[in-house]
């Protein structure tokens, strides 16, 4: 099996299994969604797009962020805290973020689609075992220069451990995403926007006996979990 990273920039060529890695926060929280009940989450990438969406799903919720903020007119921002204890049961979600939707939004030649973050980190690289791939790819959707994206980087490295049959320590993982500049922001008292129990929600490896598989359903991206 062939393993390669790509970005945002260049995810369009990717092709084979491609694992889409947003960790702070968007596929943490679509993790916790899914732990609540939620059916399935529509996938989107742009704020326009997800109200657009909207009024053909009129009960669907909105859930997302736009650079890091909750959007104006949206049921659930993207936040894995706001999730606990929630009843999402059968409910259908649509999803815009940032950086995280828009690898899955960009992942145009995928031919097998996935999202993760540590939460679900075991389901995930037991669903690629069981598919076998020739070309595994992992986006680290929070790539920009000056370390941004380590958090991703570092999921990636968790999965890719396993898959070599090995089970790592978490510790250092948690440590790198906590030392990431997004992981910053979370304990960073001028930031009061960035939740600090986001933080802890996402350093959770395994928690969830799920993986979540993107799959295009006429013309949308939709995401369930599966395992």
Known sequence: MIVQRATLQNCHTATG????IDVLRAFT????A???GAEDITVVSTVAEAFALKEQMPDALLMGEEDGLPIPGFDLSNSPAELVDKHLKGQNLIQRTTS???GVVRSTHAETLLTSSLVCVGATSRL?????PESLTFVITGWRPGGWGDEDAACADY????LSGHKPDPEPIYERVRQS???RLFSDP???EFNPADLDYCLRSNLFDFAMLVKRENGLLIMKAVG
């Open 159 to 162: 999965i890719e451990s396993l």
């Open 190 to 192: 001028t930031q009061p």
């Open 128 to 132: 690629i075992q069981e598919l076998i």
């Open 181 to 183: 500049p997004p992981g």
């Open 100 to 102: 995280g939707t828009q």
């Open 34 to 36: 899914f732990d609540a």
């Open 29 to 32: 929280t679509a993790a916790y």
């Open 17 to 20: 299994t491609v694992v889409v």
